[in-house]
């Protein structure tokens, strides 16, 4: 067993009923032994990425305590993903759950499959705003900033994010 470390997943859908599916996600991670649930953010509603027509997304992050490796949390994940019914086709498409590895404490991996930090969080609004609300000093390992300053930093009108005032995981 390795000591515990932080980590953050994102977690977002847009098929189906997504505050409903991120829930379900963030009930199959806390039901793991290897996993303490620290803190969820609000649901905010997000403009989609990429070329592809498509429903706005909801998205969350959660922050949790794992005694996994980071390759182990990012099977989990999969796992998740795979079970709640994930079928990938298409980058950037339509998804009923998506769940991201954003951090694993300051670590900075990078090998086949799995690349931690998240690659190009720190340009995306539907991530930074929710990590953010949970997380506002955690600091990027790599570019050395807070996710606040990171959120803040980025260009007005940058794809469209509200909080679902009404939800909260």
């Known amino acids: 067993m390795i000591d515990k470390a932080r980590a953050f997943i994102g977690a977002g859908a847009n098929l189906g009923e997504p505050v409903r599916q991120i829930r379900q996600a963030q009930d199959a991670l806390s039901q793991n032994p290897g ?7 609000s649901f905010f509603r ?34 998740i993903e795979q079970k709640m019914g994930r079928v990938r086709k298409e980058r950037w498409g339509p998804r ?7 951090f ?5 991996i990078e090998e086949q ?24 000093d955690f600091v990027h390992p790599v570019l050395k900033k807070p996710v606040s300053e990171l959120l803040d930093e980025l260009p007005p009108g940058d794809f469209w994010v509200e909080k679902l005032e009404s939800e909260s995981p």
């Open 113 to 136: 499959g799995l690349e931690v930090p998240h690659p190009r969080l720190h340009e995306r609004r539907f991530v930074l705003a929710p990590l953010a609300e949970i997380a506002p």
């Open 96 to 102: 009923l759950i998506d769940l991201d590895l954003l």
């Open 104 to 108: 694993y404490d300051d670590a900075v």
């Open 35 to 41: 996993i303490v649930f620290m803190d969820a953010s």
């Open 46 to 79: 997000t403009q989609p990425m990429g070329p592809v027509e498509q429903p706005p997304f909801v998205n969350a992050v959660f922050s949790l305590e794992c005694g996994m490796s980071p390759q182990e949390l990012l099977a989990l994940l999969l796992d």
